[in-house]
C-alpha cells in the first residue's frame, strides 16, 4: 500500500443535484479504510456532508472545478473550518473505461492522500462575490456593443452612411440625428443637429442621410435606441456599485490604477480576478499561466510543436487585452514594446505581449507594494542591437552593403 501524507482525506464527485463522497481513513493497524455516501445537492444535504466530514476529522477534502456546481460545497465547506481543495478537472483524469461517481470519488480520495494535486486558486468570500458583479459588467459591455453593432447596421440596411462620415455613430450629434431620422426629419434639416467639428461636414452628412427607411427600419430603430440607453444606466449603476465596493482593497486598487491602460473599473476587474496576496501565486510566471496569457509548451524529443497560450482565466484576460490596447498608445514602455513587436509578430500577438507585460507589472507592485514607475525602455533599440550583426551579415551576402 502506497504510504500517503494525510492518514484522513476525502474526495467529492459533485453533481447538480447529488454528491457523491468517498472517506480514506488510515487505521491503526495500517489497513486503509474506505466509505463512499452520496449526498443532496441542496443545502440541507450539504449541512449533512459538512457534518460527516467534521465527524471524521478529514484533513483535506478535493473536489473537482465543475460548473458552477462546487461553489455552495465549497462555501459550505469553507464556514465549517474544513481544508478545501478545488482542483483541475485536466489534471484527474481517470483511467479510460472505470468512471463512475463512485469511481471518481474515491480516485480524487485517493490522490489527495498521497499528495497528488494541486490546489486551484480560490479568492476569499468577498472577492467571490464581487466577481458576480464585475462579470456580470463585462456581458453587459458585450451586449451594449452588440447593439450599437446592430444600430449601425439597421442605418446600412436603410441607405442612411452616417457611419462613414461620424467617426463616433453613438456620439451626441449621431444621437440627435438618430432620434430626428426616426421622427421622420429632412435630411438638410437633421445635418444642422450636428455640434463640434461635425459642423464642418453638414453637406457630407445631408447626402450620408438621404436613403429609405421604412416604419419598420423606425420602429427597430427606436427600440435599438431605448435598449442602449437602458444599458448604458446599468453599466453606470454597476459602476458605481464596483468603485463602492473596492474600498477594502483601496491601496491595491489606487496602485493598479498607476499602470498605464488601466482606470477604475479595468483596476477594480484586476483586483477581484487576481486578489491582493500575491504570494499564493509564489512569483509572476505561475499568475500569467494561470492567466493564460503567457506562451504555452509542447515540446517532444527536443522539437518545440506549439507556443499556443493554455486556456485560462477569460475574464482576466479581456481586461488586460483591452488595457493593452489603451497602453501602446500612452508614452511609455509599453509604446516602445508594441511598436517593436507588431512589425514581425502582428497587432494580436503583440497585444498579447503586452497583457503579458502588465500582468507581471501588477505582480511587482503589489509583491513591492510600491506604485508602477515606468522604465520607458525602448524595445525597438533593444531589437536592433541584438539582431543588427545578423541583418549586416544578410546584407552584406547579397550584395546590398559591401564589406568594408
Request: include cysteine; charged fraction near 25%; proline fraction near 3%.
Amino acid at each position: 500500500m502506497i504510504q500517503g501524507l494525510y492518514e484522513r482525506s476525502a474526495g467529492l464527485d459533485v453533481h447538480k443535484m447529488v454528491i457523491v463522497a468517498t472517506l480514506l481513513r488510515m487505521q491503526a493497524n495500517g489497513q486503509l479504510d474506505s466509505q463512499t455516501r452520496e449526498f443532496s445537492a441542496c443545502q440541507g444535504g450539504l449541512e449533512q456532508l459538512a457534518d460527516w466530514l467534521e465527524a471524521a476529522q478529514v484533513e483535506l477534502v478535493a473536489m473537482e472545478s465543475t460548473g458552477v456546481y462546487w461553489k455552495s460545497v465549497y462555501e459550505a465547506l469553507e464556514a465549517r473550518g474544513l481544508t478545501v481543495w478545488v482542483v483541475n478537472a485536466y489534471h484527474v483524469k481517470n483511467v479510460p473505461g472505470r468512471k463512475t461517481d463512485v469511481l471518481d470519488s474515491q480516485w480524487l480520495a485517493e490522490l489527495a492522500r498521497c499528495g497528488l494535486l494541486r490546489a486551484s486558486f480560490i479568492p476569499p468570500k468577498d472577492l467571490r462575490e464581487l466577481r458576480l458583479w464585475t462579470r456580470y459588467r463585462q456581458k453587459l459591455a458585450g451586449m451594449l456593443s452588440a447593439e450599437k453593432n446592430r444600430l449601425h447596421k439597421i442605418l446600412d440596411d436603410g441607405g442612411i452612411r452616417l457611419g462613414g462620415v461620424a467617426s463616433d455613430i453613438n456620439g451626441v450629434s449621431a444621437r440627435r440625428m438618430i432620434n430626428a431620422l426616426i421622427a421622420g426629419e429632412e435630411p438638410a434639416k437633421i445635418a444642422e443637429l450636428a455640434v463640434g467639428r461635425l459642423r464642418r461636414k453638414r453637406s457630407q452628412l445631408e447626402e450620408a442621410l438621404h436613403g429609405h427607411l421604412s416604419d419598420r427600419h423606425r420602429w427597430l430603430l427606436r427600440e435599438l435606441q431605448s435598449h442602449i440607453e437602458d444599458l448604458e444606466t446599468r453599466l453606470s449603476q454597476l459602476d458605481d456599485q464596483v468603485v463602492a465596493a473596492m474600498k477594502p482593497y483601496e491601496a491595491e486598487w489606487r496602485r493598479s490604477q498607476t499602470i498605464p491602460g488601466f482606470d477604475e473599473i479595468s483596476a477594480s476587474i484586476l483586483v477581484v480576478e487576481c486578489g491582493v496576496d500575491m504570494a499564493q501565486f509564489g512569483k509572476a510566471a505561475r499568475l500569467s499561466s494561470w492567466a493564460g496569457v503567457c506562451p504555452g509548451n509542447h515540446e517532444t524529443a527536443g522539437k518545440r510543436k506549439s507556443g499556443r497560450s493554455r486556456p485560462g482565466n477569460r475574464y482576466l484576460r479581456q481586461v488586460l487585452c483591452e488595457a493593452a490596447n489603451s497602453a501602446r498608445k500612452t508614452h511609455s514602455q509599453f509604446k516602445a514594446m508594441y511598436e517593436a513587436l507588431v512589425i514581425r509578430r502582428g497587432h494580436k500577438r503583440a497585444i498579447m505581449a503586452i497583457a503579458h507585460k502588465l500582468l507581471e507589472v501588477y505582480f511587482v507592485t503589489n509583491k513591492k507594494q510600491e506604485p508602477y514607475r515606468d522604465p520607458m525602455v525602448n524595445y525597438e533599440e533593444l531589437m536592433v542591437k541584438r539582431n543588427a550583426p545578423r541583418w549586416i551579415k544578410t546584407l552584406q551576402k547579397y550584395g546590398f552593403l559591401s564589406q568594408s
